[in-house]
């Protein structure tokens, strides 16, 4: 469903999951003024967010990372099938990072400084099929992929057999564009983007944009406490 017909049916529909109460009553209220987002359900651990999800059926659920059950990594994996997961947490370890899109996040946020309106947008975007990462957490996505001298490694950053046009189109989408500010930035129709995109995600053998993004990054490190 694209924004538009979301906009129409509703407001978007979120949950709040994770441990901290501080962190979960702080992201309800910084939410609570947003006529176009509507918290449906909050959950304090990984059993019960499962629940919530499966119930709720949300647009978009924040997750933390730290949980009593399960990691929000564990969450994720468990979930991605049934909403967008987008990952909210004071956690920034590379790892992380790292194993949250490899779980099928479609975006890390660093709830350190967020602004509301930073939070709506990164909601907005990934209730439109985007991916967000926060400014925080982009360099340990960089740190992670860098060898020990410093060098990129050398499965990364190659076509991984994409079009000169495709590479250019996922390097837009890593960096968490949306497909209309693809189109702009390129110049192309939004549909020519559509269809570029299920193309591309033919040739890297993967189902959906989270997925896509940790492919293209080359992100195959275990993530920590998995």
């Not at 049934?82 to 956690?91: D, E, G, N, P, Q």
Request: net charge positive; hydrophobic share 45%.
């Amino acid at each position: 469903m694209t924004r538009n017909a979301v906009e129409l049916a509703g407001p978007m529909r979120i949950v709040i999951i994770g441990h901290s109460v501080v962190a979960r009553t702080g992201l309800g209220a910084l939410l609570a003024t947003q006529p176009s987002i509507a918290c449906v359900g909050q959950a304090h651990d990984g059993q019960s967010g499962t629940e919530l999800i499966r119930r709720a059926c949300p647009d978009v659920a924040l997750v933390d990372i730290e949980m009593p059950d399960m990691s929000g990594l564990d969450l994720t994996r468990r979930t991605a099938h049934l909403t967008k997961v987008l990952i909210a947490t004071f956690r920034e370890d590379c790892h992380l990072v790292a194993g949250a899109v490899r779980a099928g996040a479609f975006g890390y946020l660093a709830l350190q400084d967020l602004r509301a309106d930073e939070l709506v947008g990164a909601i907005k975007t990934v209730a439109d099929g985007g991916t967000v990462l926060s400014p925080r957490v982009t360099p340990h996505i960089f740190n992670l992929l860098r060898d020990g001298t410093g060098q990129i490694d050398g499965a990364v950053g190659t076509r991984r057999g994409l079009t000169s046009r495709e590479a250019q189109t996922m390097d837009l989408v890593a960096r968490g564009l949306t497909n209309v500010e693809i189109a702009n930035e390129l110049c192309l129709s939004v549909k020519t983007v559509k269809n570029s995109m299920s193309t591309i995600y033919r040739r890297l053998e993967v189902k959906h944009r989270s997925a896509a993004v940790a492919a293209w990054l080359g992100v195959t490190t275990p993530a920590a406490g998995q």
